[in-house]
């Protein structure tokens, strides 16, 4: 009998101690635990691994966390959880203006941390069975002709080319193309994208937004896809159609 893949985690951590303590914790708890102590590490092991999610420090020596999400971000859409003692409003727009997935402050709860993790792969997995049972084309959405497919996870362009989204941005564009013409505060975007408690501030959300229009607008100072309702949240105007198929 196949024996199952464990999910596959990357903590990059200067810190010996927590990479130490993660490495025996979430293994504990089934999960395969790869450690790095800084950017060369992390880089030279994305060659040769594949990765579910990374954990990764920000205040490191080097290249911080931030300068790191942003170059794994340029070749992957692996999830980023980012780690910082600075826990600052500030801090957190910067993380997901560079493609990090979500965001927990040091000290941190091993518990906590465990949780977010399997909400990532959790949503992967769920992606993978719907490609997997062959029902993808009823999660394929079109708008303004732009295809949005949900089991490829991927966008694709009138032109026919696909867009780059990293995770947090494809689960944003997806909630708001399955609710067109309806007024989504951000609090009901943060549960339909995350569930996630501590991206609990209005500016995530607008963050996230302004980095999908700059790449489905055509002018995204004047948006005509995405509008933003005064003191209401935003409102996704395009006419969407659910179930047209993509050309491979």
Same mark, same amino acid.
């Given at each position: 009998?196949? !024996?199952? @893949? ?7 951590? =200067? *810190? ?7 490495? #025996?914790? /979430? ?41 790191l ?17 600075r826990?600052?409003? !500030?801090d @957190? ?7 990090? =997935? *979500? ?5 941190f709860?091993? #518990?906590? /941390?465990?949780?977010r ?7 992967a ?10 029902t ?37 564009l ?75």
């Amino acid at each position: 009998m196949a !024996t199952a @893949r464990l999910p596959h985690i990357l903590v990059v951590d =200067d *810190d010996r101690q927590i990479r130490t303590m993660l490495a #025996r914790y /979430l293994g504990d708890h089934g999960l395969r635990v790869t450690m790095a102590a800084d950017g060369r590490e992390m880089m030279a092991l994305f060659g040769g691994h594949q990765f579910d999610v990374v954990i990764l420090d920000v205040m490191m020596p080097g290249d911080d966390g931030f300068t790191l999400c942003q170059r794994l971000r340029a070749r992957s859409t692996v999830p980023i959880i980012l780690l910082t003692a600075r826990d600052t409003e !500030t801090d @957190r727009v910067i993380g997901l203006e560079l493609g990090a =997935d *979500d965001y927990v402050p040091k000290p941190f709860n091993p #518990r906590e /941390l465990l949780a977010r993790i399997r909400a990532a792969l959790r949503r992967a997995t769920m992606m993978r069975e719907r490609a997997d049972s062959g029902t993808a084309i009823q999660h394929r959405y079109r708008f303004d002709d732009w295809t949005l497919d949900l089991a490829r996870r991927s966008l694709v362009s009138p032109r026919g080319a696909r867009v780059d989204l990293t995770t947090g941005e494809f689960d944003l564009l997806a909630a708001l193309v399955q609710h067109p013409h309806h007024v989504l505060s951000r609090d009901q975007l943060l549960d339909l994208v995350h569930g996630r408690s501590n991206l609990n501030i209005d500016r995530s959300i607008d963050v996230q937004i302004s980095r999908l229009r700059r790449k489905i607008e055509e002018d995204p100072q004047e948006p005509m896809l995405i509008k933003t309702v005064r003191n209401g949240g935003y409102v996704f105007t395009a006419r969407v159609t659910a179930g047209t198929p993509i050309d491979d």
